[in-house]
């Protein structure tokens, strides 16, 4: 185990994947998104752009069934489950789009009508990243810390490359689970249990 930001094992410092492209531009977030609805776009909590690289087409297919599983969950538990395209307004500033993540009920239901259709002004109860191979598995540490640091209950960071699943939580050592074909949280998430077999890329 480790703390949050550190390094959970040895893979955590491999140099695989190329930092995110981030830049200082004059116009405002919605000015860029306005006139390039075609790139996928964030913004940090220090006011940077960055530009997010296109999933291929095996982490696109992951990403897919990452999706279908939370949905499907979501369905007969409850609360709200949204894909990557869904940016989300942290406390902190920062507009993030979690690969999937997942909502209580009660907490979308406060928001408004307005902020339910824009940006939603808030951080997911549940958070998910998925790892392809254009990712730094720091940068992608870095957003599970921030997504946790601003509200996130539970963050897992799944790396299809050496099948390990990091989990986050508030004020607890980050748990790294090596090679593993199911996870599942029963306090946060009740019922429900990620078939990691479906996500693993196929080694064919």
């Known amino acids: 185990m480790s703390h949050a930001g550190s390094q959970p094992n040895s893979k955590a410092d491999d140099i695989m994947g190329t930092p995110f492209v981030c830049v200082r531009l004059a116009e405002s977030f919605d000015q860029i998104v306005a006139k390039n ?43 709200y489950c949204f894909d990557s395209s869904t940016l989300f307004c942290l406390p902190n500033g920062a507009k993030r789009s979690p690969d999937a993540s997942w909502i209580a009920p009660e907490r979308w239901k406060q928001l408004s009508k307005g902020d339910r259709e824009s940006y939603p002004p808030i951080c997911p109860d549940f958070v998910v990243e998925l790892r392809s191979k254009t990712d730094r598995l720091q940068d992608l540490q870095d957003k599970m810390n921030e997504y946790v640091n601003n509200g996130a209950r539970l963050g897992w960071l799944i790396d299809p490359i050496y099948r390990d699943v990091y989990i986050f939580k508030p004020n607890i050592d980050v748990v790294c689970l090596q090679d593993c074909r199911q996870v599942s949280d029963d306090a946060i998430l009740p019922g429900f249990v990620l078939d990691l077999t479906a996500i693993w890329p196929d080694s064919n």
Do not use: D, Y
Request: with cysteine; glycine share 14%.
């Open 37 to 79: 609805p075609e790139l996928i776009i964030e913004q940090s909590a220090t006011g940077e752009i960055v530009f997010m690289p296109p999933a291929g087409g095996e982490s696109g297919r992951s990403n897919s069934e990452l999706c279908f599983q939370v949905q499907s969950w979501a369905k007969r538990h409850g609360g």
